[in-house]
């Protein structure tokens, strides 16, 4: 478990400092991507429960089920979350596309001495 | 009952791509906007509960006080722009209107939501229909501060998620009025509370995050400036008091709240000072705006929460009202810069009476609304501590001195310009309109305090708003 949170932790360093960094758009896209999974596997470990059962009611009784099932929420939201996620990419993607139309680079900073 | 809007808006999106047809997106925005006048005609708190699904446990949508007049705020402000744009842009139009219904949908679940993580993917929606349309011109500048656009703020609405994440693993429950009987303020709550504010105070344009503002103004096109400066930024301050009022309750993060508005107010307005592109320094003007508000909603009391929201109104309607005039200055010259410009207010003297009245609107001269949320400004800071109320007006002298300034550089002066076409009708109409509510608003300050008062009671009750949610009496 622990060392789950500590990945987790430890991939969000790694994608703030690639964002911050790195002067490449398409490495600070895959910042961000790396972010949000981070973030997606902080979610999914805080629903973990080991030797759990699947979330689909089966026992009569609701308490014992809830002690013994896996919480479903977390893999809710992270799948809403993913598709979210997708589609950020997908449109920063698109922008870098037109940026390196106009630039003819996807460096940031030879972007701005382009601009003068 | 909501739904139908919603559904209503998502329909328009999808068919005015297929179709070609602009009225579609028009008149659904519009629609929405009469449907929510007629919700708020309403008595009560309603609760709506999707697929039947009770609270805690299902999603919710609570049209309490502060939702509806933030949402009636939204759909107002949508269908003037979604008209002023009909002339403005020329290209690519339906995905135009497309990524404006989508706004608008972003933009009313935000403010009518009661589940924190549901407000997280309306907010989502919201942030990338607005990427979209600041690089909507494709052209060098508009790539480039989209692209930076995209960069901070989806990086800020990670936080947002992160902070969501701990108070689901912390409280074991995503309904704000849930979430509300189970947190109390201890470190770890406080330590969510920092994540959250700090995902959304970059929407929300307060000072260390104030940068994306005056770059994103300039290369956008402008009824989406008017929109970026005037309901984006208003729902970023909306979840924000959303968040400590409701859900979290904590009266110990006000004086932050006052200290940051503070920092915002005065930096804003400096650096307003000495720009040349007369966009940025609306821009600048916003962000200093956006300090006066929080000032206000951080002395807590009713009077300042009251005069912070009021402010909130005055400042959507002032700067939708500057963008658009000013865009009907940029459509005819096609230059933002002030000292290019000069002397074209003999041409058309009815954008530069909408402008002015703009202009002295935000700086707070008397007649106009602006002054009017001033005034209780002063008032509820004064209670507090003089020096607060000394550096809002001090900063208030400053606004006039830089909107004087724009106001001369463009209208006043002799002509270099000569406007050659007429300016539309479609684009006159929202600029005269917004005038005209700003005018009234300004005169009968109680209309706006009677529009406002709803919300403050709304923000000051939790109890009231939990036992709403909770109560039972779900639709």
């Given at each position: 478990m622990i060392e789950l949170y500590l990945t987790s932790g430890l991939m969000m360093m790694l994608a703030v400092y690639c964002i911050a960094m790195k002067p490449n758009l398409i490495k600070k896209i895959i910042g961000l991507a790396i972010f949000t999974d981070a973030i997606h596997l902080l979610l999914i470990t805080i629903g973990f429960r080991g030797?759990?059962?699947?979330?689909?009611?089966?026992?009569?009784?609701?308490?014992?089920?809830?002690?013994?099932?896996?919480?479903?929420?977390?893999?809710?939201?992270?799948?809403?979350?993913?598709?979210?996620?997708?589609?950020?990419?997908?449109?920063?993607?698109?922008?870098?596309?037109?940026?390196?139309?106009?630039?003819?680079?996807?460096?940031?900073?030879?972007?701005?001495?382009?601009?003068? | 009952m909501i739904t139908i809007a919603i559904s209503v808006l998502f329909l328009a999106a999808f068919l005015v791509l297929v179709l070609k047809k602009d009225m579609i997106a028009i008149s659904a925005i519009v629609f929405s906007f009469f449907f929510l006048i007629f919700i708020y005609l309403a008595p009560e708190t309603m609760v709506f509960a999707f697929s039947g699904w009770n609270p805690p446990f299902g999603i919710v949508w609570v049209l309490d006080g502060l939702g509806l007049f933030m949402a009636l705020l939204i759909t107002g402000i949508m269908s003037l722009t979604a008209i002023y744009s009909v002339k403005y842009i020329k290209k690519r139009k339906h995905r135009y209107y497309t990524l404006l219904c989508l706004l608008t949908i972003g933009l009313l679940g935000i403010s009518l939501t009661g589940d924190i993580f549901n407000m997280y993917v309306f907010f989502e929606l919201m942030s990338v229909s607005s990427y979209a349309l600041v690089a909507f011109l494709l052209n060098k500048e508009s790539t480039e501060a989209a692209f930076k656009y995209l960069v901070v703020g989806s990086l800020s609405s990670s936080f947002l998620l992160l902070g969501i994440a701990m108070l689901y693993g912390l409280a074991g429950t995503l309904n704000m009025a849930d979430l509300a009987t189970k947190v109390y303020g201890g470190p770890a709550f406080l330590v969510v509370l920092g994540l959250i504010l700090g995902g959304l105070s970059l929407k929300s344009a307060i000072v260390p995050f104030h940068f994306w503002l005056p770059d994103v103004h300039p290369a956008a096109p402008s009824p989406v400036s008017a929109l970026l400066s005037s309901v984006i930024v208003g729902s970023g301050v909306y979840m924000m008091i959303r968040v400590i009022f409701t859900v979290f309750g904590i009266v110990s993060v006000f004086w932050m709240l006052i200290l940051l508005g503070l920092v915002t107010m005065i930096l804003g307005g400096l650096m307003a000072l000495i720009q040349k592109d007369a966009k940025r320094l609306i821009a600048y003007s916003t962000v200093s705006q956006i300090g006066y508000i929080f000032v206000a909603i951080g002395i807590g009391t009713s009077l300042g929460v009251t005069a912070g929201l009021f402010h909130l109104l005055n400042n959507i309607l002032l700067k939708s009202l500057l963008f658009m005039s000013f865009g009907i200055v940029l459509w005819h010259t096609g230059t933002r810069d002030m000292n290019r410009l000069g002397g074209i207010g003999k041409q058309m003297p009815w954008v530069a009476f909408c402008f002015g009245v703009g202009a002295l609107g935000t700086a707070g001269v008397p007649p106009l609304n602006g002054f009017a949320s001033k005034w209780l400004i002063y008032m509820a800071t004064w209670q507090v501590s003089p020096v607060i109320t000394a550096i809002a007006i001090i900063v208030s002298a400053i606004t006039m001195a830089y909107y004087i300034k724009v106001f001369s550089c463009i209208f006043m002066g002799h002509s270099n310009i000569k406007i050659v076409n007429k300016t539309p009708k479609m684009m006159l109409i929202p600029v005269i309109i917004i005038t005209i509510m700003c005018i009234v608003i300004g005169i009968f300050p109680q209309i706006g305090i009677m529009f406002v008062e709803p919300a403050t009671n709304a923000l000051l009750n939790q109890s009231q708003y939990i036992n709403a949610v909770l109560g039972g009496s779900v639709i």
């Open positions: 030797n759990g059962i699947p979330p689909i009611m089966t026992h009569e009784n609701v308490n014992t089920f809830a002690q013994l099932s896996v919480d479903p929420v977390p893999q809710a939201l992270v799948l809403t979350s993913i598709v979210i996620s997708i589609s950020i990419t997908a449109l920063a993607l698109g922008i870098s596309i037109i940026a390196y139309r106009h630039f003819n680079t996807l460096n940031t900073e030879e972007m701005n001495r382009l601009k003068g | -």
